[in-house]
């Protein structure tokens, strides 16, 4: 069974793109599909953590509107973020499904059940995924995890 669901932000949650205007105010894009899965796997009882390399009021503002109670940024090192959030929450690797599209990623996506690459993540990253997703990041890759997850979780009860 798959307990939790954790997924990078910038290139799998949003296309990877973002606008800055003269104020410095941060504007992203997330899609809405990509939300409805997140707060079906909510209502299972998975628990969803947004793991952002970078800081963006952005993230903590989507997260707190779809009710992800964990919403971590600006980690420079995520396997060892992940780590101690398994250990606290007694969760094993073998139960995490882990999304990300970049270089930090990478050793995330290699410990976790199942290490998904959406289809627009760099190279590297999808020689080590378990799996690529059709869509792109902010795109709905996102909500293809989710419905997985919903599916194998139905599978393993």
Same mark, same amino acid.
């Given at each position: 069974?798959? $307990?939790?669901?954790?997924?990078?932000?910038?290139?799998?949650?949003?296309?990877?793109?973002?606008?800055?205007?003269? +104020?410095?105010?941060?504007?992203? $894009?997330? %899609?809405?599909?990509?939300?409805?899965?997140?707060?079906?796997?909510? $209502?299972?009882?998975?628990?969803?953590?947004? =793991?952002?390399?970078?800081?963006?009021?952005?993230?903590?503002?989507?997260?707190?509107?779809?009710?992800?109670?964990?919403?971590? +940024?600006?980690?420079?090192?995520?396997? %060892?973020?992940?780590?101690?959030? =398994?250990?606290?929450?007694?969760?094993?690797?073998?139960?995490?499904?882990?999304?990300?599209?970049?270089?930090?990623?990478?050793?995330?996506?290699?410990?976790?059940?199942?290490? /998904?690459?959406?289809? +627009?993540?760099? $190279?590297?990253?999808?020689?080590?995924?378990?799996?690529?997703? /059709? &869509?792109?990041?902010? %795109?709905? &890759?996102?909500?293809?995890?989710?419905?997985?997850?919903? %599916?194998? +979780?139905?599978?393993?009860?």
């Amino acid at each position: 069974m798959i $307990k939790l669901f954790v997924l990078d932000v910038d290139g799998t949650l949003t296309d990877g793109g973002f606008y800055l205007d003269g +104020n410095g105010t941060e504007f992203k $894009k997330f %899609n809405v599909q990509d939300g409805y899965g997140i707060v079906s796997l909510i $209502k299972t009882g998975v628990d969803v953590v947004f =793991l952002s390399g970078r800081y963006s009021k952005s993230t903590e503002q989507r997260a707190q509107e779809l009710k992800v109670t964990h919403c971590v +940024n600006g980690v420079e090192d995520k396997l %060892n973020f992940l780590k101690k959030y =398994l250990e606290k929450e007694k969760i094993l690797f073998d139960e995490v499904l882990y999304i990300g599209d970049d270089i930090p990623d990478i050793e995330c996506i290699k410990y976790s059940k199942f290490g /998904v690459a959406p289809s +627009n993540a760099v $190279k590297d990253v999808k020689l080590i995924a378990d799996w690529i997703t /059709v &869509a792109t990041g902010g %795109n709905g &890759a996102v909500r293809e995890c989710c419905d997985f997850i919903l %599916n194998y +979780n139905k599978g393993t009860e």
